[in-house]
Nanobody
Framework: QLQLVESGGGSVQAGGSLRLSCAAS????????MTWFRRQAPGKESEGVA????????TYADSVKDRFTISRNNAKDTLYLQMNTLKPEDTAMYYC??????????????????WGQGTQVTVSS
């Protein structure tokens, strides 16, 4: 059974960087579109951050464009999110997710079949 496990979150000051990882186990995700999304507080709406298809094509939310980079290592079945120039408004629980699709859709449609437990990112001013 496929599982996703996020790691790499933490507390940083504004302007700092973090690199999140999402490791897949139990099955491979190398053919699927993979997405990072975040939720800033329990009960608040989730926001799509970035996605990447199996060929490496990427899409970013305007709020993170030019600051975040999504990538994947298909040999390791691992997804990454490099976050630079972090801002307090980036504070959120970050999740990786998939809908088992080969192509990526819009980041505004967050209807996933599988996601991990999340990793907390806190950015202080």
């Amino acid at each position: 059974q496929l599982q996703l496990v996020e790691s790499g979150g933490g507390s940083v000051q504004a302007g700092g960087s973090l690199r999140l990882s999402c490791a897949a186990s139990g099955n491979t995700v190398k053919r699927y579109c993979m997405t990072w999304f975040r939720r800033q507080a329990p009960g608040k709406e989730s926001e799509g951050v970035a996605n990447i298809d199996s060929a490496g094509s990427t899409t970013y939310a305007d709020s993170v464009k030019d600051r975040f980079t999504i990538s994947r290592n298909n040999a390791k079945d691992t997804l990454y999110l490099q976050m630079n120039t972090l801002k307090p408004e980036d504070t959120a629980m970050y999740y990786c997710a998939t809908n088992y699709g080969f192509e990526c859709g819009s980041l505004t449609v967050l209807n996933f079949a599988l996601w991990g437990q999340g990793t907390q990112v806190t950015v202080s001013s």
